[in-house]
């Protein structure tokens, strides 16, 4: 079964550029989650969408981010512009609306801005 | 204050030896979840047992147990028969029925096996 898939893995910007992430979540699930890890502030939500509609993006740090899910199987977020402290590891994760609702976690994609 | 508490930064254990990963958590939601990932260097999240507020026995799953004592708020994760690739950072996570379907994580303990 295929899991969450993200791309890029990897991602080497500089300042100023725009970054586009993508997710797929798994077949099924009807909640998707975007992430991002830090050395400094660990794993903070950023935005979580169910049936494909965003239902909290309190955790978008400010306007340079947004996130779109055009369909139940796509995902984006944006940063533009980028800056050197939006350098982390960015997963998306989804989920099924549930009793449990565990969350399978994609990859993540680390993004370096320069 | 914090929802959920890891207070172990690091641990090492010996290979073939059982650890128990400390997590409490703080809520008044009665219907709550409680989950343990696992992080290993190449970074992925590998989610590896679930415990339900409402569930009378504790979780297990393969190797992993989970210490479930509701009074005390604690949910410790229990690793037996440790092995080299249980070497990760772990995370405790919760999700309150009141924030839908947010997970709130903790900072993680790093668990370290050796021979």
């Known amino acids: 079964d295929a899991g969450v898939i993200q791309s890029p893995r990897h991602e080497v910007t500089e300042m100023g550029q725009e970054v586009t992430l993508r997710c797929k979540p798994i077949s099924g699930h009807n909640s998707l989650f975007w992430y991002r890890q830090t050395m400094m502030r660990g794993l903070e939500l950023l935005i979580y969408f169910n049936n494909n509609v965003p239902i909290d993006d309190s955790g978008m740090p400010e306007d340079r981010f947004s996130a779109k899910m055009p369909n139940a199987s796509f995902s984006t977020l944006k940063i533009q512009p980028s800056e050197p402290r939006d350098s982390a590891v960015y997963f998306c994760?989804?989920?099924?609306?549930?009793?449990?609702?565990?969350?399978?976690f994609g990859p993540g994609t680390r993004l370096l801005v320069l | 204050a914090q929802k959920i508490t890891q207070t172990q930064p690091g641990m090492f254990v010996q290979e073939k030896e059982a650890v128990t990963l400390d997590c409490t958590y703080d809520t008044s939601d009665p219907s709550y979840g409680l989950f343990w990932y696992k992080q290993p260097s190449s970074g992925e999240m590998i989610f590896l047992i679930y415990?339900?507020?409402?569930?009378?026995q504790n979780a297990t799953e393969g190797r992993y147990s989970l210490n479930f004592q509701k009074a005390r708020k604690s949910a410790n994760l229990v690793i037996s028969a440790s092995q080299l690739g249980d070497s990760a950072m772990y995370f405790c996570?919760?999700?309150?029925?009141?924030?839908?379907?947010?997970?709130?994580f903790g900072t993680g303990t790093r668990l370290q096996v050796t021979l």
């Open positions: 415990q339900g507020s409402y569930d009378q």
């Open positions: 996570a919760m999700r309150e029925a009141g924030t839908a379907s947010k997970l709130t």
């Open positions: 994760a989804s989920s099924y609306r549930g009793r449990r609702e565990t969350q399978y």
